[in-house]
């Protein structure tokens, strides 16, 4: 076996051209699929945490049917107090939960006494709310960093729009679910702002003073952000708690809550799946690549030497053998393209992250792109590539295995 | 019992419609030991016949028995097995593996298709590397050495392995008359040391004074069988 990998290798070395032609284009295409899994999926990675940490959360519990009209902020279709109640026991036997926020949004009238316009409005519990969002602190840009009761934070659009300012007074007027009117007065504690996606026009109260304005009894809760403590596992505790919480129904026995993933809320999702969609595609570029270009060296490789093959052949060397001395070949081909290739893409990812490269998503800006080399994605690619190339050499080596001696010394 | 014994071969190559009868009901017997030629002009089935003998082709009709095997039993696999076990080639062109040295390709049966371990293999291989006066390029490719050269280790890889016959297709034809002489000598010097068969195949009538027996090829019929012994015909 060693000896079938010396004579392979040094027939790579006798035709050193082709060989490095071919190892170089494998190692080009491996250099790009890493770089590009690697810095898509720290744009990823950096834009879904932007996205979960300043306003979705990672998943978000409503009562059902409420998504289905989330434009109009429907008061009538807030989880009970019953609703609420029974959701923190669930969530309690759940530890990968970190955190969870109740919110109660609501539109509602924002005037400066001058001019007025429509918000949207969240009401929240503070420190329930910054446990869950870790980024929403980072989002006031004016004012203290903190939601006080009788204080509103607001976006920086509107704040800009109605020239208001932080301490300024402002009235908030809102339509409770009977449909009587109500104001009340706050002063600007603060402005944020904006974010992508839905929400990013959001005003923010305490909770109580939502109640207040609504003249809510007990707390009717329109959303619950949560946040888990491992992002990897979305999947699997979104299915645990949505287990656990699809045995709550109403009286026609329907189910109560609606639980969904950020994938669901985000438009981003869909740029997401696009990159990982792109990802793949790159990947089968890359298979095409090596076995194009693997095949095309092994039909040579073959056809130069059909009399040095009709000579082995002929002193007695089993097919079987020769089948495997072509195949460590393509295979070696195979493996020196991916060494070569997962070093430059290791060399070219740690200048990227020296040089950093910033990137701007909507309205942030500044995004530092931290690409990464995983274990993982190399070990997939390489075996990926190699196997491709083992397949590749697979025809012309069989085509070596299966000729007749005779017709090969004959042959000139 | 000798160790080949041809009975009415025939070999006809079939390509369309074109027919070719490259050997015509040729009987002969060979001893083991002997040290053999085939004679003829271009054409006249030399090569057909030892690749009949050397297991790498079937004849049409016609009984062939090598070393007590009838060739046309074997499967493509037990002939490349049979080769290995006993049968030694060496070739016109010298086919020698470009990427193995002078040693590394007299090491190649044993290595590829005998298996034999390290020590032995490298007794046996320096041993004929020195008895065909190619010890001290042991460490050279062959595009460094000269064609008498190549030929030389060329019949040590036939012999490395132990066969009980040796076949070699025109092994002269690409040598200068000087060289040639001297690998034939050194053919012989083998079988007169190892006792193995050698059979050759040659249109250079310079040659055969060499041999032993010469059977005569014309047309794909055995014409004559001569007895001779270092150069003397009868
Ligand atoms: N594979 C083949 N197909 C058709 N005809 C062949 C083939 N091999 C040899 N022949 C023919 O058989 C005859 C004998 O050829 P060969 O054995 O090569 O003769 P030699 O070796 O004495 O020159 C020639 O007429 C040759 O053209
Ligand atoms: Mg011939």
Redesign the pocket.
Known sequence: MIKLFKIALRNLIRFKRRTFLTTSLIAVGVLFVMVFISASSSFNNIIIGQITDSMLGHIQVHKRGYMASIDSLPLTLNLNEKGWKKFRSIAKEIPEIESYSPRIKFGAMFSNFIDSTNIRINGVYPDMEVATIPLLLSRIKEGGKAIKKGEILIPELLAIGLKVKIGDSVVVIATNRDGSVNGMQFQVGGIIESVTGPGGRDGYIHIEDAKDILRMEELEVSEIALRINDFSKLDKINNILTEKLSGNKNKQGKQIFDIRTWEKLSPFYNISKMIDIMTIFIKFMLIAIVLVSIMNVMIMAVYERIREIGTIAAIGTMPEKILALFLIEGFSLGVLGVIIGNILAGMSIFLMNVIKITFNFSRQTGYVLAPELKMGDIIFVSIVVIVVSVFATLQPAIKAAKMEP??AL?HV | MSLISAVDIN?I???GD?E?H??KSVDFEIESGSFISFI????????????LIGCLDKPTSGKLEVAGILTSDLSRREAAFFRGENLGFIFQDFNLIPVLTVYENVEYPLLLVQNLPQKERSDRVYSLLEKVGMKDQVDKYPDQISGGQKQRVAVARALVSKPRLVLA??PTANLDSKTAFMVIDIMRQMRDDYGVTFIF?T?DPKIVGEVETLFT?VD?VLVSTKKGKGGQND
Do not use: Q
């Not at chain 2, 003829?40 to 690749?51: C, Q």
């Open positions: 005779v017709e004959r | 070999k190559y079939r390509s074109i070719v490259a050997l003829g002009p271009s054409g006249s089935g030399k090569t057909t016949l030892l690749n297709d025109e195949s249109h090829l794909g």
